[in-house]
């Protein structure tokens, strides 16, 4: 009996997804742009199925909807369930719309009677999460937990070059508690901020799980333009011992962080790290030349602000330890950091009961990509998240969720939302 009303609840989300995915079809995948016309057509279209469930709809100042139980509609406190509805262009279908859906199930199955709700719980559809648009990732979020830096008001869309200002006032947002970081929404009354989300990385498939719970979103910090500076020779005719090369010094640099990454990694602890523009100057560089500069950039992740130190300490010890020795300057450049944000530890020990309840064997793992979870919790409120397994990563038309594995988190949340007080 259980098997079959899960079937019928999958049943109803495939067509949501299918529906969403044909009003958002690209050449290639779904393009979903922040804060445009498709982007609310896709909330108006969520707005009338839940509307068809008995489910309340309302729209909030960012014009982002609200969904609830009609009971829950006017509750002073409630557990949010949210996630975000815009894509990349040309992406995949489940990146954000999957947790949105995800917490119109759980409604729906409260509505019709086959899961109990011990809290008011409240579904946000929100808009404006993917950074491709304006450059800026999260805004919707930071709208409404009134954190939008100034600089990111002003972004420029990357189609129509407008400002991210005039895109929200063609959608009537007022932009005046926007521009005085005013939360748009009462953060005091959110008991609890959870999503669920499609994992973005290799790990659950590999390991043959169907979900996760998050312990942490990962920070970073990040150098875009960083050079090491050597001096250039005759590839044949310098001896090793009079070389300034300074694809060896990044080379040996690199080394050196692999295996501090593998040492961090045995004792523990949580780190990534990525040089993923490399290069020398392609104007001036020759395989005979030995060169006389490397550009590259470094992006070393970890859930952990103390690991993010010690790295970044690190790092820049080595590099002058290389300098010395090879006679080579390094030029970091300008840094870009994000502190990470770890979910509340109460909140994922609850999503692990939840989730040995559902699948026999809870599973934790830190998330590698930002998600609006983390912007709710460095605004103080208790977060939590559950990713789904998917194959061939995000932000790609390849996204490839099992509506199997999607049921396996929504009774995730369901459970926790039985069982939390
Ligand atoms: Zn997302």
Redesign the pocket.
């Known amino acids: 009996m259980k098997h079959h009303r899960t079937e019928e609840l999958a049943d109803l989300a495939t067509g949501m997804f299918e529906d969403i995915r044909a009003l958002s079809r690209d050449a290639a995948g779904v393009s979903r742009p922040a804060f445009s016309s498709i982007e609310t057509e896709t909330l108006d279209y969520l707005a009338t199925r839940a509307r068809a469930e008995g489910l309340c709809v309302t729209e909030d100042t960012g014009r982002n909807l609200l969904f609830s139980l009609p009971e829950h509609k006017n509750s002073d406190s409630f557990t949010i369930i949210g996630s975000?509805v815009d894509s990349v262009p040309m992406g995949g279908n489940y990146?954000?719309l999957a947790g949105v859906i995800a917490g119109l199930i759980v409604l729906i199955a409260a509505r019709r009677g086959r899961r109990h709700l011990s809290r008011p719980v409240k579904v946000l559809a929100m808009r404006g999460?993917e950074s491709a648009w304006f450059g800026a990732c999260y805004i919707g979020s930071k709208l409404l937990t009134g954190t939008l830096p100034e600089g990111e008001f002003n972004a420029a869309h990357k189609g129509d070059g407008r400002p991210l200002r005039a895109h929200l006032e063609d959608l009537g947002i007022d932009i005046v508690p926007v521009k005085a970081h005013r939360p748009l929404c009462d953060l005091s009354r959110i008991e609890a901020y959870l999503e669920l989300?499609i994992e973005q990385g290799p790990l659950l498939v590999e390991r043959n799980i169907p979900a996760a719970v998050v312990t942490g979103i990962r920070g970073n910090f990040r150098y875009r333009d960083s050079r090491c500076i050597g001096q250039a020779g005759h590839s044949g005719a310098v001896p090793r011992a009079y070389r300034h090369d300074p694809v060896l010094a990044f080379a040996e640099l690199m080394h050196r962080l692999d295996g501090t990454w593998q040492h961090l990694l045995n004792t523990g602890q949580d780190l990534v790290l990525t040089s993923g523009v490399v290069g020398t100057d392609p104007t001036r560089h020759a395989i005979a030349r030995i060169p006389d500069e490397i550009g590259f950039s470094l992006d070393i992740r970890s859930q952990d602000t103390e690991t993010l130190d010690r790295m970044r300490a690190y790092l820049k010890g080595e590099m002058a330890d290389i300098a010395r020795s090879r006679g080579v300057r390094f030029e970091l450049g300008p840094e870009v950091a994000v502190a990470p944000a770890l979910m509340d530890p109460k909140l994922v020990a609850k999503l692990e009961t939840a989730m040995e309840k559902v699948t026999g064997e809870a599973f934790s793992m830190a998330s590698g990509g930002g998600?609006d979870a983390a912007i709710f919790a460095q605004a103080g409120v208790p977060s939590g998240m559950v990713f789904v397994r998917n194959r061939n990563g995000s932000h790609n038309p390849d996204e490839a969720m099992e509506i199997a594995d999607f049921m396996v988190g929504v009774d995730i949340l369901s459970t926790f939302l039985e069982a939390s007080r």
């Open positions: 975000h990146d954000g999460e989300h998600h």
